[in-house]
Each structure stands twice: as C-alpha cells, then as structure tokens.
C-alpha cells in the first residue's frame, strides 16, 4: 500500500486564500493587520524562512514590515525595536527568527514581545493557555501539525500518537496539542533506548528532531499517519525530513513530505495567527 500524501503546499496554499478574504473584510472595516519580522545576523536558512513568510503575507494581504539587524546588535538594541514594535498600532504580529547569535538571549527576546502580539506563541502567557487548553495564541508548527492531521479527516481521540522530539518550539506543545485532543501520547527524546520498539506503537507519528532519515520504514506501524516536521539540507544540497520517505510510504496510510509538508503550513498559521491577532 502507499500511502496518502497530505500535501502541505496545497492545504496552505487553501489556507491563504481563505485568509484572504478574512483580510478583505477586515479592510473594508479600517483595519489593515501587519506583521513585523525581526532578524539578527545573517544565517542563510533564516533569510529563507523570512522571506517565505514575506511572501505568505503579502499574498494574503497582510502588510510585512522587515527588520534587518547585524549580528553585532546588542540585548538592549533588539529590546529597543521590540519595544517600539510593541507600541506600533499598526503592527499585530511580531516574530523574532531563531537562531539569534549566540550573545543574545533568544528567550528575553521572546518574552519581551508583547502577549497579543506574539504570534510566534513562544510567550509564557501564551505556552500557559496551551498547557490549560484556553485561548491563547498557539505556536504555529504545532498547529500546522493538527491541522494537516484534521486535513486528511485522520482520527485523533483515542489513538496512539507518538512525537519524536521533546523541543519547546515543537514537540512538547505537539504532544499538549495531542492530549488536548484525547490521545495517548508518549513523546521520545535523543536518550529513549529502541525508539523504534515505541514508534512502531503509533497511530500518529510526529517527528521533530533534525535528524535527516532517523525513521526508518521499518519504524512505522502500517496504516499510521507520518507528520514529518524534520527540515535537514543533505551534504547534496538536497532538503529532507527526519523520516526516509521513500521506505516510509510504503508502509504508512498518511505521510507528509519534505519540502511541501509542514513547512508551508507553518508559514501559514504564522499569517493566520497574524490576522487573528488583528481581529480582535
Ligand atoms: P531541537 O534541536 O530543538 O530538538 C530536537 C529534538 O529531537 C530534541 O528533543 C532531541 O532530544 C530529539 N532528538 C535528537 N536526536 C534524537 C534521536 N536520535 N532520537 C530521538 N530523539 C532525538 O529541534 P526543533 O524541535 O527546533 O526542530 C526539529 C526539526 O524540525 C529540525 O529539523 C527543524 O529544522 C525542524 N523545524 C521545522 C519547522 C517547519 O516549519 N517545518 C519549524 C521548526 C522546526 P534531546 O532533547 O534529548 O536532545
């Protein structure tokens, strides 16, 4: 059997579209939301993920506002923008893009954005909501996660979901997304002894380590949903996720891709939660 493919690229492209619309009415009602997004330093990858997400705004009609800053840039000189980026009404989203160089404290930068504009969800208030499963806004990979799973109608409550990674940008609110959900979720990290004794026990598979081809097919349970959230650049240039996904689709009933899977729908919550931030 090979298994569905849950197309990313086109479930965000949807996804755009229908924010769209939600832009245009919000337009006719005076209100324009804007995204600002930050970046110190140079790293390559980063300037890609920054320009996609441009790109999404744009698209959809959110205004994008760019702040380069050189990698020499002090705390109090980010602090400083952030701030102003606080008090700027016609800013609803600021995200500050990971890494920063190793001087700055990516956690103060997160924590000094603002709760109603942290569209990243990487705010305490906001990580708390998620732990109590009140409003708040949601970080969007883990979301991209659960709505690529609802996208392909893949049954959450009851099974068995497994997430490789127990990062606080992924994993973790993954599995608290899960729970919320009523899976029974065991989550795995770089010291689980046998992982594939665990990952073959999934009815959902999440993985999120940065380790290109950890999972092998023969980790997979056949007919399970494979959520491959991994983005690694082979010494070929090629990008792949952490799942081999050649072996694994054989064997699963439900894989997402590497590039066109979680990627795009990531960008597009980050948008999402950008226009819901300027509803309210
Ligand atoms: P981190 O490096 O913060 O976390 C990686 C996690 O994987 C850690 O918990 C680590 O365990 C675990 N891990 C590493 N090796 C193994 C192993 N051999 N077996 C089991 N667990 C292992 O990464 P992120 O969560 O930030 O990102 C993970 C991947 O997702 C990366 O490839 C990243 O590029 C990608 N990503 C993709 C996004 C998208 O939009 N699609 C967005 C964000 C990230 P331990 O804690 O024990 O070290």
């Known amino acids: 059997m090979t298994a569905h493919i849950i197309d990313g690229a086109a479930l965000a492209k949807e996804k755009i579209i229908q924010l769209k619309q939600i832009v245009t009415e919000l337009q006719s009602r005076g209100i324009q939301p804007g995204l600002a997004t930050v970046q110190v330093g140079d790293d390559p990858a980063s300037r890609i993920y920054v320009r996609n997400k441009v790109r999404a705004c744009t698209e959809a009609g959110v205004t994008s506002v760019h702040h380069d800053l050189p990698g020499t840039s002090s705390e109090s000189d980010v602090l400083q923008l952030l701030d102003q980026l606080n008090r700027d009404p016609k800013i609803h989203g600021i995200i500050v893009q990971l890494p920063v160089p190793r001087h700055l404290d990516a956690r103060r930068m997160s924590q000094a954005i603002a709760v109603a504009k942290d569209v990243d969800g990487f705010n305490w208030q906001n990580l708390g909501a998620l732990v109590e499963g009140a409003p708040g806004i949601?970080?969007?990979?883990?979301?991209?996660?659960?709505?690529?799973?609802?996208?392909?109608?893949?049954?959450?409550?009851?099974?068995?979901?497994?997430?490789?990674?127990?990062?606080?940008?992924?994993?973790?609110?993954?599995?608290?997304?899960?729970?919320?959900?009523?899976?029974?979720?065991?989550?795995?990290?770089?010291?689980?002894?046998?992982?594939?004794?665990?990952?073959?026990?999934?009815?959902?598979?999440?993985?999120?380590?940065?380790?290109?081809?950890?999972?092998?097919?023969?980790?997979?349970?056949?007919?399970?949903?494979?959520?491959?959230?991994?983005?690694?650049?082979?010494?070929?240039?090629?990008?792949?996720?952490?799942?081999?996904?050649?072996?694994?689709?054989?064997?699963?009933?439900?894989?997402?891709?590497?590039?066109?899977?979680?990627?795009?729908?990531?960008?597009?919550?980050?948008?999402?939660?950008?226009?819901?931030?300027?509803?309210?």
């Open 138 to 280: 949601l970080p969007c990979t883990p979301r991209a996660a659960m709505v690529m799973l609802d996208g392909a109608n893949i049954p959450i409550e009851g099974r068995h979901a497994v997430v490789v990674g127990r990062s606080n940008i992924v994993g973790k609110p993954v599995a608290l997304l899960l729970i919320g959900r009523g899976a029974t979720v065991t989550v795995c990290n770089s010291r689980t002894p046998d992982l594939g004794a665990i990952t073959r026990l999934a009815d959902i598979l999440v993985v999120a380590t940065g380790r290109a081809g950890l999972v092998t097919g023969s980790m997979v349970k056949p007919g399970a949903a494979v959520i491959d959230v991994g983005i690694n650049r082979l010494p070929t240039g090629k990008i792949a996720g952490d799942v081999v996904y050649d072996e694994a689709k054989e064997i699963a009933g439900w894989i997402t891709p590497v590039p066109g899977g979680v990627g795009p729908m990531t960008v597009a919550m980050l948008v999402e939660n950008t226009v819901n931030a300027a509803s309210h």
